[in-house]
């Protein structure tokens, strides 16, 4: 019993404290504006505005490059995404179209290319665009075809679902509500000077804090080399003002139709708070607590202060409501499969190397390429952590095929995102959509592995475009036979 309980010690303490560092450092500035825009999207925006762009029976050429187009601008991870992902898709967008924009957003967003081409190489960068660009369209439109008639129940079940105006277009207070949450997220992911530089900074009269560091980084151990992220004091703080405000939303968000009462209010000043808190730059000294008021900071509450007034002029009480309900019914459906996945990568993290998966994909294989999208699966990374992380198996001697398919299957197939997006669009669509990124990532990876070992830029390109051509066909049979199955998600 003893040799039982101290096998699986490790892994617990290995899960709880992945999913401590996790809440303490990601859910905020990322995660809480993406349920709120994903609110806002279902309570919002008219059915027609979502239908016209990204419906299934919208044009192709405007439909799938919009949703690849709105996914390259939010440098976001795919947990993030998610919630969008599900306000789009819930608002009346295809199956297809919502399904490009759920691959490629946190795949190929401008600040991940960026940084990746400054990190590893621009050959590799470009690489990750063009194959993330076409795969993730063309994942989308096979999902859309094998799922042609669950996708028309949908659009059927979505006509009048949600709240929200009912003309054509989108009331000019809405959208400014909407793009401030937009401005919002950005402010609070985009990694630049003027954000992340702080402008003055105020030493809390404390004592000597390191020790309280020394104490967190004892109870939750991690190496940062490996991209693992410790609990930080502030990062104590921000988990328990997202208990407080778990507390708040239950007793006044899960009954907003009845009126705002004072947890209702409550739970939106502790967000409000929660966001302010998690913008500034802690740090722990001899002499105290060193708070630094970053940009960041100073813009989160520019924004916070612009949102609060359109919504009190511009925003009809009952939309509000609307608003927050939706937002509510998004975390409620979310974020308890969130917080599983994540404890359970901290335990596979605690079983799994990163020198085994080098060692598997040390050359531009079959099992090298399927080996770096497994990796992507068990060992998921924030975005942009992974491309440092990519830069070290780089250096341990992994090859630049892997590589990239790691890179294209790491922000999409992480165990938490498999499990919401089974949530929202049902199993059986889920297993397929897994399959075909683990297809399509390792392909990917295994045509610029041979590119780079070599083979001439022609024959990699008709051997990819041989392979497209016969996984349509393959596609368009099954999609044959599925539409004269019954309906079912």
Same mark, same amino acid.
């Given at each position: 019993?003893?040799?039982?309980?101290?096998?699986?010690?490790?892994? &617990?303490?290995?899960?709880?404290?992945?999913?401590?560092?996790?809440?303490?450092?990601?859910?905020?500035?990322?995660?809480? @504006?993406?349920?709120?825009? $994903?609110?806002?999207?279902?309570?919002?925006?008219?059915?027609?505005?979502?239908? =016209?762009?990204?419906?299934?029976?919208?044009?192709?050429?405007?439909?799938?490059?919009?949703?690849?187009?709105?996914?390259?601008?939010?440098?976001?991870?795919?947990?993030?995404?998610? @919630?969008?992902?599900?306000?789009?898709?819930?608002?009346?967008?295809?199956?297809?179209?919502?399904?490009?924009?759920?691959?490629?957003?946190?795949? $190929?967003?401008?600040?991940?290319?960026?940084?990746?081409?400054?990190?590893? %190489?621009?050959?590799?960068?470009?690489? =990750?665009?063009?194959?993330?660009?076409?795969? %993730?369209? +063309?994942?989308?439109?096979?999902?859309?075809?094998?799922?042609?008639?669950?996708?028309?129940?949908?659009?059927?079940?979505?006509?009048?679902?949600?709240? +929200? @105006?009912?003309? +054509? =277009?989108?009331?000019?207070?809405?959208?400014?509500?909407?793009?401030?949450?937009?401005?919002?997220?950005?402010?609070?992911?985009?990694?630049?000077?003027?954000?992340?530089?702080?402008?003055?900074?105020?030493?809390?009269?404390?004592?000597?804090? =390191?020790?309280?560091?020394?104490?967190?980084?004892?109870?939750?151990?991690?190496?940062?080399?490996?991209?693992?992220?410790?609990?930080?004091?502030?990062?104590?703080? &921000?988990?328990?003002?997202?208990?407080?405000?778990?507390?708040?939303?239950?007793?006044?968000?899960?009954?907003?139709?009845?009126?705002?009462?004072?947890?209702?209010?409550?739970?939106?000043?502790?967000?409000?708070?929660?966001?302010?808190?998690? $913008?500034? $730059?802690?740090?722990?000294?001899?002499?105290?607590?060193?708070?630094?008021?970053?940009?960041?900071?100073?813009?989160?509450?520019?924004?916070?202060?612009?949102?609060?007034?359109?919504?009190?002029?511009?925003?009809?009480?009952?939309?509000?409501?609307?608003?927050?309900?939706?937002?509510?019914?998004?975390?409620?459906?979310?974020?308890?499969?969130?917080?599983?996945?994540?404890?359970?990568?901290?335990?596979?993290?605690?079983?799994?190397?990163?020198?085994?998966?080098?060692?598997?994909?040390?050359?531009?294989?079959?099992?090298?390429?399927?080996? %770096?999208?497994?990796?992507?699966?068990?060992?998921?990374?924030?975005?942009?952590?992974?491309?440092?992380?990519?830069?070290?198996?780089?250096?341990?001697?992994?090859?630049?095929? @892997?590589?990239?398919?790691?890179?294209?299957?790491?922000?999409?197939?992480?165990?938490?995102?498999?499990?919401?997006?089974?949530?929202?669009?049902?199993?059986?669509?889920?297993?397929?959509?897994?399959?075909?990124?683990?297809?399509?990532?390792?392909?990917?990876?295994?045509?610029?592995?041979?590119?780079?070992?070599?083979?001439?830029?022609?024959?990699?390109?008709?051997?990819?475009?041989?392979?497209?051509?016969?996984?349509?066909?393959?596609?368009?049979?099954?999609?044959?036979?599925?539409?004269?199955?019954?309906?079912?998600?």
């Amino acid at each position: 019993m003893e040799s039982i309980t101290n096998a699986i010690s490790p892994l &617990l303490e290995s899960g709880l404290g992945n999913l401590a560092a996790y809440l303490a450092a990601h859910v905020l500035l990322c995660l809480v @504006p993406a349920f709120f825009i $994903a609110g806002a999207m279902a309570a919002l925006i008219p059915q027609e505005a979502v239908t =016209r762009f990204l419906g299934r029976d919208a044009s192709k050429a405007v439909s799938y490059p919009a949703a690849a187009a709105a996914g390259s601008l939010l440098a976001v991870c795919s947990c993030t995404i998610v @919630p969008l992902f599900a306000g789009i898709y819930r608002k009346g967008a295809g199956l297809g179209p919502a399904i490009t924009f759920l691959f490629f957003a946190p795949a $190929a967003n401008i600040l991940a290319l960026v940084y990746t081409g400054g990190v590893i %190489g621009v050959d590799l960068a470009a690489a =990750r665009f063009i194959l993330s660009l076409a795969f %993730g369209i +063309g994942i989308g439109m096979i999902m859309a075809l094998v799922f042609h008639a669950d996708d028309a129940a949908h659009e059927e079940a979505t006509g009048g679902a949600f709240a +929200g @105006p009912g003309s +054509g =277009r989108m009331g000019r207070g809405s959208l400014a509500f909407l793009l401030l949450w937009v401005a919002l997220l950005l402010a609070g992911t985009f990694k630049v000077a003027f954000l992340t530089g702080s402008a003055f900074e105020l030493t809390l009269p404390l004592g000597d804090t =390191r020790p309280w560091q020394e104490a967190l980084d004892a109870l939750v151990p991690h190496d940062a080399g490996r991209g693992e992220e410790g609990v930080s004091v502030q990062g104590v703080a &921000l988990i328990a003002l997202l208990a407080a405000i778990g507390l708040c939303a239950l007793k006044g968000f899960e009954h907003i139709h009845d009126g705002f009462n004072g947890w209702a209010r409550a739970g939106l000043a502790l967000i409000a708070a929660t966001l302010l808190v998690a $913008a500034l $730059a802690v740090r722990e000294s001899g002499s105290g607590l060193v708070v630094g008021f970053t940009g960041k900071f100073f813009a989160v509450a520019l924004l916070l202060v612009a949102l609060a007034a359109v919504a009190r002029k511009a925003i009809a009480r009952e939309d509000l409501q609307a608003w927050l309900w939706e937002s509510w019914r998004f975390i409620r459906q979310i974020f308890p499969l969130l917080i599983a996945g994540v404890f359970v990568v901290g335990v596979l993290r605690a079983l799994i190397r990163p020198e085994w998966i080098e060692a598997l994909a040390g050359s531009n294989s079959v099992t090298g390429n399927l080996a %770096g999208v497994a990796f992507g699966v068990v060992m998921y990374f924030p975005t942009l952590v992974e491309v440092p992380i990519a830069k070290m198996f780089l250096d341990l001697g992994m090859h630049r095929g @892997p590589l990239l398919a790691y890179l294209m299957a790491d922000p999409e197939l992480s165990l938490q995102s498999i499990l919401i997006i089974s949530a929202i669009i049902g199993r059986r669509k889920t297993a397929v959509y897994v399959g075909l990124v683990a297809l399509f990532s390792a392909v990917a990876g295994y045509a610029y592995g041979a590119w780079v070992d070599g083979s001439p830029p022609l024959l990699v390109a008709l051997a990819l475009g041989a392979f497209i051509a016969a996984l349509a066909l393959a596609v368009s049979r099954a999609g044959a036979s599925h539409h004269a199955m019954p309906r079912g998600t």
